[in-house]
Every structure is written in structure tokens, then in C-alpha cells.
């Protein structure tokens, strides 16, 4: 015999261990060993990369149960092996190990009792980490288990459906939506339970999902209630694809807005019916603005011809209380008047004003006023702020805030006037504030802009200039804010479109 063969054949079991270790690193599987009459244990490269352990480590047979999870895991395994080494029973189970690092990990072992004259002599196995898989898994198991519970007891309806629209699962919300049994349902198509005017709505959508253009959509439809009766709803349409992106079926949510349609429908009628009470209150101002106009300066200049032709009628006792009634009735259809306008004014009109330019005419306008009440003002207006008004209204809204500042002083208090204006991101916030009477807002909150309401005891109160200055605010698409407190004093706040 040569003697040359024994580096031949150690050449060759290097090479068949590395070939090993190759096919165990690219399938990811590693092997073991045991051997029962020596009491040895080996674990190949993978094995141990697996427990991460060291390269060089060698398991010993003791202590290689430890790296299971105490509990049912390391129990499991220990049976398993029992069985394996008694009786010669194979093993294919998954289990938990714990690493050399402490980590948790996933692992299915494969064993294979060796036998020879009716005794085991060792058991060979296969070693993987399925961590990845076994958690994927678990996720999916979850996710599964969530859907069915939404499925099954959301109070919406919910239905699958085939690629061709037949009815694959319904939930308890869809049948007692439409009226049917889940069995009624099940091998029907859904255009059966359509509204026919409604059967073609979404079919480009459907097309688009089939071609993996769109995963979902919605669209509003009817449907049909078994007692034939229509049902308004919402559909919302997903598919579900396999990981090769094939449609594989649709899942459908449909949720009843029959109520909401409804509510809907008599917010659409009343709000016709208010438009049309509201044109012919407009056209009723426009009768009062125009016609009694007429017909109470008509009156006006009656009673003057009459003073004038028969001059003794002024000593009737009568005669002035007529004269004071038309003089009433005059300002009464004026003030509806003003109303008219205010409510029936264009937007268009709307033109960019100096908000101190109008300051100052107005303070100007009341001079005499203010100096016969030692008025102390204090004015903060940037002079480059400029808001979307008009003329007359602008005039008549800071006129209105300054008279009633004034007008409405605490007895022996000189009066103090702050004027604030502040351009912000939205609009221009233009005050002005007093330390008069005041005003109860608790009490007088809802009444505060109506007309002909007056809280202070004044010769020349007539209830209108705040109904007025709050009409005038909103006709230039303002609003108006108030804060007031009992003998300390009022701030009105109003909130101009800025040009």
C-alpha cells in the first residue's frame, strides 16, 4: 500500500467540510451531532453562528439543553429527546432558544436516532433560524385575527367580493343594512342589490384596480333593501393582491348616509324657504324705503301747507301730536331704510381706505364734542394700514363708537378714548375704548346690537346707533366684538378685510 494516500484523504475531508459549510451558510441550516457512547455533542459552523457563540466553542452535552427558553420550550425538548433515545423517534419542532447573547430567536430542530442492535447509539440533526419567518407569521396571524373581529362586528357593513363582483363573505352591518340573510347573499352578484340608475357608477374605478392603476377609491351609490326601498350609501372599494401584486379579491365598506341625505334635503328646503322669506322681506324694505317714504313726506308738507294757510290750526291741541306722530313715522321708515341698504349692499363697491385718514376725520367731524367733554384720546393707528370699506359706512361706524364713548360718560369722570388699530395675517383689528358706564353684558349680551334697545338713561338715546354700526360691519363683510365691564368702561372691536 502507498503510503502517499493520507494527505490525499485529509485533502479531501477538508475540502467536503468546507463544501458543507457552504451549503449550510447559503440554505441558512445548520447540522449537529450527538454522540451517545462517547457522551459528545458537535454543532457545524452554522450551528454555532445560530447560538452565537464563539467558532472554537464545543458544546457539552449537559449543558446544551440550558440555551432553550426555561419553560415549555426546554421541557418540550427534553421529552423530545427522551423519546428519541428510547423508543427511536424522529423530532421536527419549533422552539425558542436563548443565545449566548441573550437573544431570543426562533428555531426549528430536526432529529434522527442512529440504531444499532436495538440501541441508540447517537441522534444527527438539522438546526434553523426561523426567527424572521416565525414573527412574520405572528404579525400576519394578528393582522388576520383583527380583521376578522373588525369584520365580523364592526357596525358598518362589510362585505368580500370576487374579482367578477359575486359576494364572497358579508358581515352581520350588510345584512342588516339591505334586509338579507348572509345566505341570500352569498353567490349573488352585487349589481343585483344595486340601484339600476347607479350600476354603472365606479365601473372606470374598477377598471383601473384590475389593472394595478389604483388600489382603492369611494364613490357615493344606492343600493336596494329587500322591501325594495333605496339606501343611500358610501362605498369605499380596496383590492387585495398577492406579494406578486395578482388581484385576488375586493374588500368593500359600506356605510348608510340615508339619514344624512335626508338631513340634507330639509336643510335644502328650509334653506329655499328662508331665500324666499328673505327676498320678500327685501322687498318689503324696498316698499317701506321707497313707497311710505312718499307717503309720509307727502303727510310732512300737508301739515306745513296747512300752518301755513291757516295759521290758528296751531292752537288746536291736537295739531302737534299729529305733527310729532308723522315726524315719528319719518324717522321710523328712515331707519328701515338704512336697513334696507345695509342688507342689500354690493361687495364690488368695496374700495381700499386709510383707516387714520378716517380717524382723524372723524374726530374731526365731533371736535366741538370732544372738546366740550375734555376728552383725553390716545391714538395708535399705523398710518400705512389700509382695510376694504366704504366711505360713508367707515365714517358712520367710527362716528357712532366716539359719540356713544362720549355720550355715555360716568358723571364728573372726563372722559379717556384709547383708538387702536393691528394688522395681523387675516385682517385689520381696529378698537376703540372707553372708561364710561358701561355695560352689563350678562344681562344685555343677545340684546346689545338690536334695534331699538337702550341701556343707559340718555335725552338723546334712540336705540339704533349699535344696530346700525353692527349692520354697517357686516355689509363690509366685518365683524364686531364687545368686552365691558360695569362702571369701569366699554371696548368695541372690529374686524376689517384689509386691502
Not at 153 to 167: P, V
Not at 170 to 188: A, D, M, P, R, W
Not at 217 to 226: P, S, V
Not at 385 to 394: E, N, V
Amino acid at each position: 500500500m502507498s503510503t502517499d494516500t493520507s494527505p490525499t484523504i485529509l485533502s479531501d475531508e477538508i475540502h467536503d467540510k468546507d463544501f458543507l459549510s457552504t451549503i449550510e451558510d447559503s440554505l441558512a441550516i445548520g447540522s449537529w451531532d450527538l454522540d451517545v457512547t462517547s457522551n459528545t455533542l458537535k454543532w457545524s459552523s452554522f450551528t454555532k453562528k445560530i447560538h452565537e457563540v464563539a467558532a472554537d466553542y464545543t458544546p457539552e452535552v449537559s449543558q446544551a439543553i440550558f440555551f432553550y427558553k426555561e419553560g415549555s420550550h426546554r421541557e418540550k425538548i427534553t421529552l423530545l429527546f427522551q423519546a428519541a433515545l428510547e423508543i427511536g423517534q424522529q423530532f421536527d419542532d419549533e422552539f425558542i432558544i436563548v443565545t449566548a447573547k441573550g437573544n431570543e430567536k426562533w428555531v426549528r430542530a430536526i432529529g434522527h436516532p442512529k440504531w444499532e442492535n436495538n440501541i441508540c447509539t447517537g441522534i444527527r440533526g438539522i438546526f434553523q433560524d426561523i426567527t424572521e419567518k416565525t414573527l412574520e407569521t405572528k404579525k400576519t396571524v394578528i393582522k388576520e385575527k383583527q380583521f376578522r373581529s373588525l369584520f365580523d362586528y364592526s357596525l358598518t357593513g362589510m362585505a368580500l367580493l370576487s374579482l367578477e363582483g359575486h359576494w364572497l363573505k358579508v358581515n352581520h352591518g350588510i345584512c342588516k343594512l339591505l334586509g338579507y340573510s348572509e345566505q341570500e347573499f352569498l353567490n349573488t352578484h352585487f349589481k343585483e342589490h344595486t340601484h339600476l340608475d347607479d350600476q354603472k357608477k365606479g365601473q372606470k374605478e374598477l377598471k383601473l384596480m384590475l389593472s394595478d392603476q389604483l388600489d382603492n377609491y369611494q364613490i357615493e351609490k344606492r343600493y336596494l333593501h329587500k322591501n325594495g326601498s333605496s339606501v343611500h350609501c358610501i362605498l369605499s372599494l380596496t383590492i387585495v393582491r398577492d406579494s406578486d401584486r395578482k388581484p385576488k379579491h375586493f374588500i368593500a365598506n359600506i356605510n348608510d348616509i340615508s339619514e344624512i341625505k335626508k338631513g340634507k334635503n330639509k336643510i335644502t328646503d328650509l334653506l329655499t324657504v328662508s331665500s324666499k322669506q328673505n327676498e320678500r322681506l327685501l322687498n318689503f324694505a324696498h316698499i317701506v324705503s321707497h313707497n311710505l317714504r312718499s307717503h309720509g313726506g307727502n303727510l310732512d308738507m300737508l301739515l306745513k301747507l296747512k300752518k301755513e294757510e291757516y295759521p290758528e290750526v296751531i292752537t288746536n291741541e291736537y295739531f302737534p301730536l299729529i305733527e310729532q306722530a308723522v315726524e315719528n313715522l319719518n324717522e321710523t321708515i328712515q331707519n328701515l331704510n338704512d336697513v334696507a341698504i345695509y342688507n342689500s349692499l354690493d361687495n364690488n363697491k368695496l374700495e381700499p381706505l386709510n383707516i387714520l385718514q378716517y380717524t382723524n376725520n372723524a374726530l374731526s367731524t365731533i371736535n366741538g364734542v370732544i372738546i366740550a367733554n375734555q376728552v383725553d384720546l390716545d391714538i395708535t393707528v399705523d398710518k400705512n394700514i389700509t382695510i376694504k370699506a366704504i366711505p360713508a359706512y367707515l365714517d358712520s361706524i367710527i362716528i357712532n363708537l366716539l359719540t356713544n364713548a362720549i355720550k355715555y360718560k360716568r358723571p364728573g369722570v372726563n372722559p379717556k378714548i384709547e383708538i387702536e388699530a393691528l394688522q395681523t395675517e387675516s385682517h385689520v383689528m381696529y378698537s376703540i375704548t372707553d372708561n364710561g358706564l358701561g355695560i352689563d353684558l350678562e344681562k344685555h349680551s343677545t340684546k346689545l346690537f338690536g334695534m331699538y334697545n337702550v341701556f343707559h338713561k340718555h335725552k338723546e338715546a334712540r336705540g339704533l346707533g349699535l344696530f346700525i354700526v353692527k349692520n354697517q360691519i357686516e355689509a363690509l363683510g366685518g365683524t364686531v366684538e364687545v368686552e365691558s365691564t360695569v362702571g369701569e368702561g366699554t371696548k368695541f372691536i372690529i374686524y376689517f378685510n384689509y386691502e
